[in-house]
């Protein structure tokens, strides 16, 4: 008992401790308030409006935020100088007469000029330059509203004393009304407002003092009252235009954020790729695009669930986020699939050590729920300017690069000018094309569209591929974009639309048939001709020839260009817009072009199951078309879900693997011809 009684003894008082510690507690709350208050008063006198909003750290906040002070001040700029010079001249009217006249007419004549400096200028009207505008606009501004506000703080001091009771109840007046004036057209820059008005109050406060006004001290309580109440006022405005800002960001940030991952989704990853081709045609700024795909991602989803496919997705993008730099932009187009465009990249060699720090980064396992999953990475890489002009060319090529990737073996990457061997140099390329063409190892395939009501057949693309002895069965997209820099597309789209037009002939006068067509055929002489003769041979109707075009294809026209697509559609050709995408100049050129059909792109069609943006852009599409008078095609359509939900937008005709594979003409008899399609998708 004496053992224990000591311990208790040596033990210290619980209630004295807990009191201590609540004490430091308190004292720690009250100085990091106390400490935040302080902070936020600098930043405020520094014309910092974000001391009202806790999330200082987004850079997009504090462009926009200064850009609506900028703008604000802009605005009321002209007015207030304005005022200023009539009040000038209304003092001038007063002291005109008076023994001060020489000294007022200095001073009217420094205010006028002032304020005419300002204008003429434009030191603070002028809108930033700069989507980011800096600190240093909102100083110049504080600094010009500080020498205005100091002239007019001369006023009180320099003809207060001397000056008539009527004089002086002008020049007051006159002092109020300019504070006043200040508040409204300066209260989105704080420190402005106040360098304005500081002046002018000390001023006024000292022509009160020193004149034997009766209540002076009344008089100047209230001027203060006054001065603390029109501060407040600014700060209230101040702070919820802090708030808008913050919230139209966050609401921008919404529709171009991935859910899931928190990255850049499919419409902002087109607006930072046109962004990417601008600073390239106005700086020559080389970047590079990447497409990745994830290796083994299906397999987690089929054997484990989505719910953990989820988490693979979200640790997917924190690896990449590891790997890529704070310039590039990373971006997840859908499903496993990712982007990336790399910028200030002006060697392969600079794109190559990204893709390898990628590469490295999914060799290990991903530990989800306990369990270790493989999931690895495939990257295809384009650079611009080199393998492409335009998004979709990029997009395409790099896309291209990653199947290439793919066929390798997965777990890699490839560069779009090195997926091939035989790519070597135009020799090369022009020898391998010769024997594809003396081999048969090009040849045609046809893919249906069809009605979306009656699931009927309405006509056939025709689709090229390539079944080269080494690389084994390729895609139009893998192997056209290197013949068109080859110079050697011309053979290549003369065999399309023969083979195509020969085919077709076969078939009932109902379907129509569509071909592809490079844009560098449409600035050749003679391409309508070929074609015409071509109709000709086979006895073909002009009116069932469709062709498809890239809008790149049709917006950059030459005048050769237009001319042959005159002669053809004057005979009743019909011309396509292919790959219509979420990009902004996508709508807003539709108007401009001769088309008669449009395809909205596989991608949107791809993505409106998850992306709500993606079925708003079809729907918006397919409204234009009707607009228009024109059919609008969805492409890429592979369920029977996604056929219904695109007949509920408006589109009138799909294209998919949902209705079968492209294959031969010799396969299309029977199956396609007469009866209607996939009822039991009906």
């Excluded at 501004?141 to 008539?164: K, N, R």
């Excluded at 069965?473 to 003369?494: H, K, M, N, T, Y």
Aim: proline fraction near 4%; include cysteine; glycine fraction near 6%.
């Amino acid at each position: 008992m004496a053992l224990n009684r000591r311990r208790n003894a040596e033990q210290p008082n619980p209630p004295s401790d807990v009191r201590c510690h609540a004490s430091l507690r308190a004292e720690t709350v009250l100085s990091s308030v106390a400490f935040q208050g302080l902070s936020n008063i600098r930043a405020t006198l520094r014309g910092d409006l974000l001391a009202f909003e806790t999330n200082k750290g987004d850079a997009r906040i504090s462009a926009r935020v200064r850009s609506e002070q900028l703008s604000g001040v802009a605005r009321g700029t002209p007015l207030m100088m304005l005022a200023t010079c009539l009040n000038a001249l209304a003092f001038l009217s007063v002291v005109i007469a008076t023994e001060s006249s020489r000294l007022g007419l200095i001073w009217v004549a420094a205010v006028m000029a002032s304020s005419c400096f300002v204008l003429s200028k434009r030191l603070l009207v002028k809108k930033p330059r700069s989507s980011t505008p800096s600190a240093r606009g909102l100083r110049v501004a504080t600094y010009y509203a500080f020498l205005q506000g100091l002239l007019w703080g001369l006023l009180p001091a320099l003809f207060f004393s001397g000056a008539a009771p009527t004089d002086r109840l002008i020049i007051g007046l006159l002092c109020i009304g300019m504070m006043f004036g200040a508040s409204a057209a300066l209260w989105s820059i704080p420190l402005a407002m106040i360098a304005y008005i500081t002046p002018v109050v000390i001023g006024s406060l000292y022509a009160l003092n020193t004149s034997g006004v009766v209540h002076a001290g009344v008089i100047s309580v209230f001027l203060i009252t006054y001065t603390v109440a029109l501060f407040g006022a600014s700060v209230t405005r101040a702070s919820a235009l802090v708030r808008r800002c913050v919230s139209q960001v966050e609401i921008e940030n919404n529709v171009l954020k991935d859910e899931l991952t928190k990255l850049t989704n499919r419409t902002g990853f087109h607006e930072e790729l046109a962004k990417a081709l601008a600073r390239l045609d106005r700086k020559a700024e080389s970047f590079a695009v990447m497409c990745l795909d994830l290796d083994g991602f299906k397999g987690v989803n089929d054997t484990v669930g989505h719910a953990a496919g989820d988490k693979v997705l979200i640790e997917a993008a924190r690896r990449l986020i590891g790997c890529t730099r704070s310039i590039d932009t990373l971006a997840r187009l859908g499903g496993d699939e990712f982007a990336i465009i790399a910028a200030d990249i002006n060697t392969p060699t600079q794109g190559k050590v990204i893709a390898e720090r990628i590469v490295r980064a999914f060799q290990e396992p991903f530990w989800i729920d306990d369990c270790s999953h493989l999931v690895t990475i495939s990257i295809g890489l384009a650079f611009a300017p080199h393998d492409g002009l335009d998004g979709h060319a990029l997009l395409t090529n790099a896309d291209s690069a990653l199947y290439a990737t793919k066929r390798a073996g997965r777990s890699g990457f490839t560069l779009f000018r090195e997926r091939f061997t035989f790519v070597a140099d135009r020799a090369t390329l022009e020898m391998e094309l010769d024997r594809a063409l003396a081999q048969n190892e090009l040849y045609i395939v046809f893919q249906p569209f069809v009605d979306v009501f009656s699931r009927r057949a309405t006509g056939f693309e025709a689709l090229l591929r390539w079944r080269h002895p080494i690389n084994g069965e390729l895609s139009a997209r893998e192997f056209i974009p290197l013949l068109e820099r080859g110079g050697l597309i011309d053979a290549v789209d003369s065999f399309v639309i023969k083979e195509a037009v020969a085919a077709a002939s076969a078939w009932p006068g109902h379907l129509r048939l569509a071909v592809n067509v490079s844009p560098m055929q449409l600035r050749k002489a003679g391409f309508a001709q070929t074609v015409i003769q071509t109709l000709q041979v086979a006895g073909f109707d002009p009116q069932r020839l469709e062709l498809e075009l890239t809008q790149i294809a049709i917006a950059a026209e030459s005048a050769q260009a237009v001319e042959e697509l005159d002669a053809l559609r004057a005979l009743g050709v019909k011309t396509t817009l292919d790959h219509l995408d979420a990009s902004h100049s996508s709508l807003v050129n539709l108007v401009a072009l001769p088309i008669d059909r449009l395809k909205i792109d596989e991608r949107l069609v791809a993505g409106m199951g998850t992306k709500p943006m993606c079925a708003s852009i079809i729907k918006i599409s397919a409204e234009v078309a009707r607009a228009m008078n024109i059919e609008a095609t969805a492409e890429g359509v592979k369920t029977s879900e996604q056929l219904e939900v695109l007949r509920s937008l408006g589109c009138t005709e799909v294209q998919g693997d949902l209705f079968g594979k492209p294959r031969p003409a010799s396969e299309l008899d029977g199956l396609y011809m007469s009866s209607p399609l996939l009822q039991e998708c009906v």
